[in-house]
């Protein structure tokens, strides 16, 4: 169950959309919790990653630990990149972020089923040079609009 969170975290470094969704059950559930952006299936999700990679080509995830209990991979380690592209109709500072992630995947049958995924929000947007009542705003819209 690991290597198919290792796979997954990889390909995402690489900005990789089809082979992170290889990983993913079709009915995949995503949540980035701190964007309060969830997508039901790979659809959405290929959707979701498609604009995310726009606004951070160079994402990167690194996993300093993984633990699996039952169904489900827990892990932390760090994730950064560099807004280079508009995300959620907030234009790109061309600054980046390195921050702490914990995150939850619930695998079944050897494919994430559920990803759970959480990070500091404002202190990405204290990073980016953002406003984080701003960006809030614009991510309240953008998901109002989808």
Known sequence: MESTVRA??????????GAALAQCHPGVVIETVPFRAVAHGTAEAERQFAGFFRAFPDYRV???YLRTAGDLVVGSGTISATMRGALAGIEPTGKS???????????????????????????MCEQLGLSTDEAGKRFTEWREAA
């Open 62 to 64: 690194r996993a300093d």
């Open 97 to 123: 972020f390195e921050l702490p992630f914990a995150c939850h995947w619930q695998v079944r049958d050897g494919l994430i089923a559920h990803e759970r995924f959480f990070f500091d929000f404002h202190w």
């Open 8 to 17: 997954y975290a990889e390909a995402k470094s690489r900005a990789d959309t």
